[in-house]
């Protein structure tokens, strides 16, 4: 995967989705700060309908709500038989991640605090920020990122294993939605946008019989489905669309960097809707991770 990929909207494909020239005129930093928010914020909802729908049930129900969004907007059947075999290996590999890290993701937080199953995930992907590094002053803005999360995780790692497996996991397929997320992105089958609508619907697939029994009390209470659906579209459809735009503008090392603002965004949003207040050396951790990523120098074109 080169670093450099070329922007989704510089040639949209006859009926492909695009977001016209706004995706051009708005620099890729503005569209991480939006999946940022949003990574966490859905997430962060999802945790409240545990009760109601299960796990498994609530990460159905936000696949499949993601999935069936996409579905008229970008044809994923048509992405999927129009694109090669090459191609078509890499949809159902990063349709098999979506689902699988979605899954994980919940039962992790089902578990631990929305503030340490971020910061495992950024764990992963140091080695991802790592491969691309090109200046000593992206190594130093690694390392101080890095400073930070290790104190947004307090060293306080929990005595449940069960959970920290499932973080684990997650922070692993996490790494791999960045890798296979960037091949899509600068895939020629259509738009990175096309290929996601394509991943979703074959995640959807994944997890049809998983979590199906679990999400059935939505489809009996209006109220109960509305909210399910607005977390699908704040946890699978808005950040994801955003990194799609934002992969296919920064260098992959640039964009693994820019995520450990991930447990910035979740410490704040857990002190909003779950009221889990930070402490002292949280606040420090989250501004070394800010110093790190205001530090850190893109790799240069070309």
Not at 47 to 53: A, E
Not at 109 to 119: F, Q
Not at 214 to 231: K, Q, R, T
Request: proline share 6%; glycine share 8%.
């Amino acid at each position: 995967m080169d670093d450099q990929t070329q922007a989704l909207a510089a040639t949209p494909a006859p009926g492909n989705f695009t977001l016209g020239k706004l995706t051009e005129k708005l620099p890729p930093h503005v569209w991480f700060g939006v999946s940022a928010v949003f990574h966490y914020l859905g997430p962060a909802f999802a945790v409240l309908l545990f009760p109601h729908v299960g796990v498994l049930g609530m990460a159905w129900l936000r696949i499949a709500t993601a999935a069936l969004i996409f579905a008229p907007l970008t044809r994923p059947w048509r992405s999927f038989a129009r694109a090669d075999r090459t191609t078509r290996l890499l949809l159902l590999a990063f349709g098999a991640c979506l689902a699988v890290m979605n899954c994980s993701f919940y039962l992790a937080l089902d578990r631990l605090p929305i503030s340490l199953v971020a910061a495992i995930e950024f764990v992963g992907i140091i080695g991802v920020a790592a491969i691309g590094l090109r200046s000593t002053r992206n190594l130093a803005a690694l390392a101080i990122a890095v400073a930070g999360t290790l104190l947004l995780i307090d060293v306080r790692w929990s005595d449940d294993p069960i959970g920290l497996f499932w973080a684990i996991l997650n922070g692993a397929l996490f790494v791999g939605y960045i890798v296979l997320g960037h091949r899509v992105a600068a895939s020629g089958a259509g738009s990175g946008i096309a290929g996601l609508g394509a991943a979703m619907a074959i995640a959807f697939i994944v997890v049809l019989p998983i979590g199906f029994t679990d999400a059935l009390p939505a489809f009996f209470s209006l109220p109960l489905l509305l909210a399910a659906i607005g977390v699908g579209i704040c946890s699978s459809v808005i950040p994801y669309i955003c990194d799609q735009l934002a992969m296919s503008r920064l260098p992959r090392a640039s964009f693994a960097l820019m995520l450990s603002l991930l447990p910035v965004t979740a410490t704040l949003i857990g002190v909003v809707v779950l009221r889990q207040i930070p402490s002292f050396i949280d606040c420090l951790g989250i501004a070394l991770v800010v110093a790190g990523v205001a530090f850190h120098k893109p790799a240069s074109a070309g």
